[in-house]
């Protein structure tokens, strides 16, 4: 199959691209490079070509010829969507939605959104499936929201949609992240010794590995078109639905010497538990690997391996909406997230307001 995936210079695209040609299809990337200045370990895979794009200018003509396209590519956590909402919208729902209507008028036949489990919302502690009523808290929630409408709005006429709620991700990726829960934690344990949880840890937060949501991806895309047509899937397994404070020991556990602590209660109303019994009907295939447990050694083992340092750790490009912060205050993107060009100059120093 040959395969467009946006955001393979991302968290997951730097996984996903290597295993989808691992698994014999003909991959191209495209991606905006707003994250090429964050490679934590190298681990020896090849990477496709690589098509520098906006998602917001993506047309027609760069989706022909392909048989399906993976969306990843958009502004990735609710931190930063809080940064300026509108730009969130403008790019994580009118960009996505360029894609999709490019893909569709290309003649692409099939199209993988990467949703988000987040979209539950403040869900307290009842058990979420794809039936239950979304509740978006943030921009970016709300924008996963409009774009799966959209999806199913534009699907039918040879144009296969499918939407991915991935639970929250973790585990180690070249491109890493550590502003997500998992992985922040297990830095912090690594180059502090200690979890100072600044609330009680409360909230429920399903998780899934991101060699999981791949696998999810390639299994998708095998899938006979009927199992897969329209339809919404939460990405993760049952067993991985966790409170907040049992991530934090979880992580402790993996790293020897680790102390943690709780705070009271905060004020982030969002927590959920979600099924994921839909999946594993329409995929039989698909299977989750990785556990909360298994993900944090896994990360000791690389923070080890690589000498991890607290420079390293908090560095930009591993804090997505600092890597942005950096690149605006350079005055390399313009307030709305568009490259500059080489001779241009900015008339005044950009400012980003800090994210909630």
């Known amino acids: ?110 199209f993988v959104y990467a949703s988000s489990c987040s979209v539950y919302g403040a869900g307290n502690d009842d058990i979420k499936t794809e039936d239950s009523a979304p509740n978006p808290q943030t921009a970016y929630a709300e924008c996963k929201v409009r774009c799966e409408q959209g999806l199913a709005e534009l699907a039918g006429d040879g144009f296969i949609t499918t939407a991915l709620r991935n639970a929250t991700a973790f585990g180690a990726s070249p491109r890493m992240r550590f502003d997500i829960v998992l992985n922040n934690l297990s830095g912090l344990a690594w180059t502090t010794g200690r979890i100072a949880m600044t609330s009680d840890g409360r909230p ?33 397994d049952d067993a991985q639905n966790y409170r907040v404070s049992e991530i934090a020991e979880i992580v402790a556990a993996a790293f020897p010497g680790c102390e943690i602590s ?37 990360l000791y083992g690389i923070f080890r391996r690589i000498g991890m340092s607290r420079e390293t750790f908090e560095a930009p490009a591993f804090t997505r909406i600092n890597a942005l912060k950096q690149l605006v205050a350079s005055g390399q993107l313009d307030p709305v997230f568009q490259w500059r060009g080489l001779d241009e100059t900015p008339a005044a120093e950009p400012r980003m307001q800090a994210a909630e």
């Open 262 to 298: 709780f705070g009271p209660p905060g004020p982030d109303n969002r927590s959920y538990r979600v099924s994921f019994a839909k999946i594993h009907r329409h995929l039989p295939d698909f299977r989750c690997d990785w556990s909360a447990e298994r993900g944090a050694r896994e």
């Open 204 to 236: 429920w937060r399903p998780l899934v590995h991101v060699r999981d949501i791949c696998r999810a991806i390639l299994c998708t895309l095998a899938a006979p078109a009927e199992a897969v047509r329209g339809q919404i899937f939460n990405v993760g």
């Open 1 to 110: 199959m040959k395969i467009l995936v946006t955001g393979t210079d991302g968290y997951i695209g730097a996984v996903l691209a290597p295993l989808l040609q691992a698994a014999g299809h003909e991959v191209t990337g495209l991606d905006a490079g707003f994250y090429r200045g964050g490679w934590l370990f190298d681990d020896l895979c090849d990477r496709p070509r690589t098509l520098t794009r906006d998602i917001r200018s993506v047309t027609a003509d760069d989706l022909r010829g392909f048989d399906a396209v993976v969306h990843l590519a958009e502004l990735s956590n609710d931190p930063l969507g809080a940064h300026n909402p509108e730009i969130t919208y403008d790019i994580n729902f009118r960009g996505s939605m360029t894609v999709a209507r490019a893909a569709k008028a290309a003649g692409v036949p099939r």
